[in-house]
């Protein structure tokens, strides 16, 4: 299958700065990504949807200031969590949506997942 | 709209026996549905997935899941649980621009 390559795996920061963490669609072109955030012990909470050259549509809830969310072209989408603080320490998800054309039409792929911990 | 139900957050099984974890969905039109599974501080990894050609799914490692569209049901079976299968496992429905998970199940292999 489609690979989808997530970038760090792990993280640690102060408090007060800024993540950047990277998705990206190694072998087919991501017409749609998806950034989930789990927090401990629970499910996957969708934060947002991005398509490829327009602005991320936030799911109620998420500060779009606080998480920025870049999808500058089909295979790479950026999650940056800006001034970050301890409450902002998860697992934060992405998968991306394979375009109609190529192989896995449709189809969705996960990241293997980033957390990140504030100190 | 759509959305899927894991019935159980929680089941155990002793080792070498069946495993059935349960998922209903609601949707207005045919889904696509998936089931993944999630061991402790990894990705997601596709166990495998229902998009309207065979209602028996074969997935790896032995699962597999059957779509009843008249119970609105897409379990996950395998005959005979290893300790490796002990995770979290969700059902995950698609549209093209939504994805909605399930609230996830944890399954306990007992040796």
């Known amino acids: 299958g489609a690979v989808v390559s997530q970038h760090p795996s792990w993280v640690i920061c102060k408090s007060g700065t800024s993540v950047k963490i990277e998705c990206r669609s190694l072998?087919?072109?991501?017409?749609?990504m998806f950034w989930y955030r789990q927090f401990p012990k629970q499910s996957l909470m969708l934060m947002a949807t991005?398509?490829?050259?327009?602005?991320?549509?936030?799911e109620q809830g998420v500060e779009k200031d606080k998480f920025l969310i870049n999808h500058a072209s089909l295979t790479l989408s950026t999650l940056t969590v800006t001034s970050a603080h301890p409450e902002d320490s998860s697992f934060y998800i992405c998968?991306?949506?394979?375009?109609?054309?190529?192989?896995?039409?449709?189809?969705?792929?996960f990241g293997e997942g980033s957390r990140l911990t504030v100190l | 709209a759509q959305s899927v139900t894991q019935l159980d957050s929680h089941v155990s099984v002793s080792e070498g026996t069946p495993v059935l974890l349960r998922c209903n969905y609601s949707?207005?039109?045919?889904?696509?549905l998936f089931w993944y599974v999630q061991h402790p501080n990894k990705g997601l990894q596709l166990l495998l997935k229902?998009?309207?050609?065979?209602?028996l799914v074969k997935g790896i490692n032995g699962f597999e899941a059957e779509f009843k569209k008249s119970e609105t049901s897409f379990h996950l079976t395998k005959p005979s649980a290893h300790m490796s299968d002990a995770a979290e496992y969700f059902c995950?429905?698609?549209?093209?621009?939504?994805?909605?998970f399930g609230t996830g199940t944890k399954l306990q292999v007992i040796p």
């Open positions: 998968s991306a949506r394979v375009g109609l054309r190529g192989p896995h039409p449709g189809e969705l792929f």
């Open positions: 072998d087919f072109q991501a017409t749609t």
């Open positions: 991005s398509n490829e050259g327009s602005k991320a549509t936030y």
């Open positions: 949707s207005s039109y045919s889904p696509s």
């Open positions: 229902y998009t309207s050609a065979a209602t």
């Open positions: 995950v429905t698609a549209g093209y621009q939504k994805v909605t």
